[in-house]
């Protein structure tokens, strides 16, 4: 079980998600996604004249859509950086 936990460790210290935003990655990450989906969630409220049920599966059903894109915005930065490094 250690040797597990030591691994996880390694695979997150090897991320080179990481060293996105000047290292700031991992804390822009938890301060952007949940500011995303309560944005998702007013403006679905808003439109649903202030039906909280609908705001609520609505905002549900997006969660996967925004991580999909937040996964897709890395790849396509971390793509941009090596291309960046070996020019």
Do not use: C
Request: without cysteine.
């Amino acid at each position: 079980m250690i040797a597990l936990v030591g691994e996880i460790v390694d695979k997150m210290m090897d991320d080179p998600a990481n060293d996105l935003f000047g290292g700031y990655y991992p804390f822009l990450r938890r301060m952007v996604i949940p500011f995303v989906l309560i944005i998702i969630f007013i403006f679905v409220y808003d439109l649903s004249s202030g039906n909280t049920l609908i705001s609520a599966i609505f905002t549900g059903f997006s969660l996967g859509p925004v991580l999909i894109l937040e996964r897709l915005l890395i790849i396509y930065l971390i793509k941009l950086n090596q291309n960046e490094n070996t020019s």
